[in-house]
């Protein structure tokens, strides 16, 4: 049996070289270790081992996430055709932004150890938000615009998890979460009270 992250590694490059699918690592990281997991895709890692290093995390005590699609998702591949290939042109703007996403990523974890969901939110935000600036509007499509924006009527920290046509948020007044889902589902979105899927009842840690 492969050890977890070549396992990872080898599902992408099927999909990629073989399926043609445009797909990422992170996607295939959780898919084989399941639960939370905090992903540390460093320059350096990447380039000494060939995939990160990754560390199953606490879901104990988790508040509670939500998650918001479209009937009609837009196209991963369109999404990331053109920062790929601005990263691999090195432009200064992307590659800081990179930069930026992994300390917000850092600063999220600990956040999550501390149990400070407030400050989980606030980290949130700031993904989207930088998110956007180098993706722009245009890229992340009216669709996915308008899920944000109608999240934050109602106060609820909300990113994109993935490539587009899903958001996911944290709104930690309860009445209010109540009130988005009706929101959400009057304007034709599909929308759940995350139950994440907990591999193991005890915390889990440490490098794999």
């Known amino acids: 049996d492969l050890p977890k992250p070549i396992r990872a590694n080898f599902i992408l490059s099927v999909e990629t070289d073989e399926l043609f699918i445009t797909a990422g690592l992170q996607d295939r990281v959780v898919q084989v270790y399941e ?9 350096k890692l990447m380039d000494e081992q060939g ?6 995390m606490d879901m104990s005590n988790l508040p509670p996430f939500w998650l918001a699609y479209l009937s009609d998702p837009s196209d991963s591949g369109r999404i990331h055709s053109n920062i790929r290939q601005r990263w691999l042109s090195g432009e200064s703007v992307v590659v800081e932004a990179m930069r930026s996403f992994a300390e917000l990523t850092d600063q999220a974890r600990a956040a999550i150890k501390e149990r400070d969901w407030s400050r989980l939110a606030q980290l949130m935000d700031q993904n989207f938000e930088l998110r956007r600036c180098i993706y722009t509007n245009d890229c992340l499509g009216p669709g996915n615009l308008r899920m944000v924006q109608l ?12 490539s587009g046509g899903a958001v996911v ?12 889902r009706q929101a959400f589902q009057e304007a ?21």
Do not use: T, W
């Open 151 to 162: 999240a934050r009527q109602f106060g609820s920290a909300v990113k994109l998890p993935g």
């Open 188 to 208: 034709g979105c599909v929308f759940c009270v995350i139950a994440p899927y907990n591999p193991s009842a005890s915390s889990v840690g440490g490098l794999h």
């Open 169 to 180: 948020g944290l709104c930690l007044d309860q009445a209010r979460l109540v009130e988005m």
């Open 35 to 43: 639960g939370l997991v905090y992903m540390d895709f460093s320059k």
């Open 51 to 56: 995939y990160g290093n990754y560390a199953s």
